[in-house]
């Protein structure tokens, strides 16, 4: 399983494909979501 970690300046985005893609059956975990690229980083 891969871990995926969404990042968008947008927060409805980050809600949106969160819940609206299956990550389960791609086999992907969403392990977090961040706002933007300096907070993607530190996590």
């Given at each position: ?13 980050c809600e ?28």
């Amino acid at each position: 399983m891969y871990n995926v970690l969404i990042v968008d300046d947008e927060p409805v985005i980050c809600e949106g494909l969160c819940k609206i893609v299956d990550w389960n059956s791609y086999n992907f975990n969403v392990i977090d979501t961040a706002s933007n690229g300096k907070d993607a980083w530190k996590r």
